[in-house]
């Protein structure tokens, strides 16, 4: 079973700012990772697969990276409507998620 | 546009049966696996059950194993979920999504029917 932890729990943030999020496997899923963003009161939303891939329709502030264990959901630039809470996901399992709340 | 528009979910007594289900259009529905994930309330992610193109394999997470079954009819472009022995912790919002790659993205995701338990 493999077990995906996220941090940090809660990330606030300011508009404009950079905002860095950590995903990390209890055993290698090679590039077998995606992110997604759920709003409040929404259902989730593909935003990167494979590690590294933008879903369709996904602004370019959101990029993701890593390999194996260690994966990072980056937002470059943090616009109010980034209010969310993002899990990343490997197979049938799914991180806890960190919330990403604007300043 | 793919859209996925889930159904059936409401308030249902501990130990009853309710089926969910979701019609999806757009794509080639038989061409994709098909997967249910919940939400608890507050809570996270929990993956249900996936069901491969045609039905003939399916796969349940161990919390509702032996009480949940999924089901799918091509015919008519829909998913459906069917609940048994219904337990209070089994409330949740449950999401139907379309399943691609190997490591199950779920790449488009329906709004949500909310099941509430009752004890």
């Known amino acids: 079973e493999i077990v995906l932890t996220q941090s940090p729990v809660t990330l606030s943030l300011s508009p404009g700012e950079r905002a860095t999020l950590s995903c990390r496997a209890s055993q290698s899923v090679k590039r077998n990772l995606a992110w997604y963003q759920q709003k409040p009161g929404q259902a989730p939303r593909l935003l990167i697969y494979d590690a590294s891939n933008r879903a369709t329709g996904i602004p370019t502030r959101f990029s993701g990276s890593g390999s194996g264990t260690d994966f990072t959901l980056t937002i470059s630039s943090l616009e109010p409507e980034d209010l969310a809470v993002y899990y990343c996901?490997?197979?049938?399992?799914f991180g806890p998620g960190t919330k990403v709340e604007i300043k | 546009e793919v859209q996925l528009v889930e159904s059936g979910g409401h308030l249902v007594q501990r130990g009853g049966s309710l089926t969910l289900s979701c019609a999806a259009s757009?794509?080639?529905?038989?061409?994709?696996?098909m997967s249910w994930v919940r939400q608890a309330p507050g809570k996270g992610l929990e993956w249900v059950a996936n069901i491969n193109e045609d039905g003939s394999e399916k796969y349940f997470g161990d919390s509702v194993k032996g009480r949940f079954t999924i089901s799918r009819d091509n015919a008519w472009d829909s998913l459906y979920l069917h609940m048994n022995s219904l337990r209070a912790e089994d409330t949740a919002v449950y999401y139907c999504?379309?399943?691609?790659?190997?490591?199950?993205?779920?790449?488009?995701w329906g709004q949500g029917t909310r099941v509430t338990v009752s004890s």
């Open positions: 757009g794509f080639t529905f038989r061409n994709f696996w």
């Open positions: 996901q490997n197979s049938k399992f």
């Open positions: 999504g379309r399943v691609r790659g190997g490591y199950d993205v779920r790449d488009f």
